[in-house]
């Protein structure tokens, strides 16, 4: 399953961004999208996801000014991001997980898919 993502780029502080994935390839479903970050020396972290059903879970620090939505019929996922602050300067990344095509369309094994990571610099 391949995860390409899009949108990052350097915006001053209190602006906006929206970051864009789409997944393609083989796969029998997705049962969760999300966007997770890293900045150098720290480990990668949640920032939000959404189910196949429609629940979200957003990290405290960007609750309230971070949104996510999600195309499950085109396998996209947004995070529409405002009042942006300078620590949310971070590589970005999509993540999806899901089942591959098993027996007779059954669900087969599960997978974990990362996508390639676009920059966001906030700048102050």
């Known amino acids: 399953v391949q995860l390409q993502a899009s949108g990052g780029g350097l915006v001053q502080a209190g602006g906006s961004l929206r970051l864009s994935c789409a997944a393609s390839g083989s796969y029998r479903r997705i049962t969760m999208m999300g966007w997770y970050r890293q900045t150098p020396g720290k480990q990668r972290e949640l920032v939000a996801q959404?189910?196949?059903?429609?629940?979200?879970n957003y990290a405290a620090s960007v609750l309230d000014r971070f949104t996510i939505t999600r195309d499950s019929a085109k396998n996209t996922v947004d995070l529409h991001m405002n009042s942006l602050k300078p620590e949310d300067d971070a590589v970005y990344y999509c993540?999806?997980?899901?089942?591959?095509?098993?027996?007779?369309?059954?669900?087969?094994?599960?997978?974990?898919?990362w996508g390639q990571g676009t920059l966001v610099t906030v700048s102050s």
């Open positions: 959404i189910s196949s059903e429609g629940n979200t």
């Open positions: 993540n999806a997980v899901g089942f591959l095509v098993g027996k007779g369309w059954a669900d087969g094994r599960n997978f974990n898919s």
